[in-house]
């Protein structure tokens, strides 16, 4: 439960994040990490368009550069686009100033307000300097689809289980969610269950 549904203590590290909208409304957030990848982010589109789902795709700028054609997939198909850095980095192992500047180079090609950092941590320095340019989005519901650890059942087990009003929940359009076929399996029947629930998909 610590990884797919963070402690308040762990929420309060970065004051001012969204993790949850409003818990109130019967509405849940779907979000995607780490692509675009021509492999798997076109079959995410397809499912959505196909439940009529908008979502937040939180992108590498270096996948952009490199599949340019699929990141304008998914800015047409009407999602919205969060910054994930240029290289997928991790902010406690770079300098502030090298952490910025490649989150910098990628929203260069993105344009976005939002960001997300990759593997849910930065330093405080990192943080509080971009959440002056940013909604800084974390989760309430991290599905772990990328574990080698887990099985596609269990990734399904993990969205039945902690999915709530105002849940912002994190899937991965990419090759470690697909290769080892968590992806395909949870993610139509997550939406499903999500649907039968009564929950209403929002955009962030």
């Known amino acids: ?14 004051p001012g994040a969204i993790w949850r909208m409003d818990p109130n409304e019967k509405a849940v957030y779907l979000t995607f990490d780490d692509g675009p990848i021509p492999e798997v982010t076109p079959w995410v589109l397809e499912l959505l368009d196909k439940h009529n789902i908008k979502a937040t795709f939180f992108m590498v700028g270096d996948n952009i550069r490199k599949h340019p054609d699929i990141y304008q997939m998914v800015v047409d198909g009407g999602h919205r686009i969060g910054n994930h850095t240029f290289n997928h980095i991790r902010g406690f192992e770079y300098l502030s100033d090298n952490y910025l500047a490649n989150t910098d180079k990628a929203n260069e090609v993105m344009k976005t307000d939002l960001f997300r950092p990759p593997h849910g941590h930065m330093r405080w320095g990192q943080y509080f300097t971009l959440k002056r340019h940013y909604k800084i989005v974390m989760w309430d519901l991290v599905t772990r689809d990328y574990s080698k650890k887990l099985r596609g059942p269990q990734v399904l087990a993990n969205v039945m289980r902690y999915a709530r009003n105002g849940s912002i929940i994190t899937f991965h359009d990419s090759l470690k969610s697909w290769n ?20 209403e998909f929002k955009l962030l």
């Open 1 to 14: 439960m610590f990884i797919e549904q963070p402690p308040e203590f762990v929420r309060k590290l970065y």
């Open 180 to 199: 080892n076929g968590n992806l395909q399996y949870a993610l139509p029947r997550a939406l499903d269950f999500l649907k039968e629930e009564g929950y």
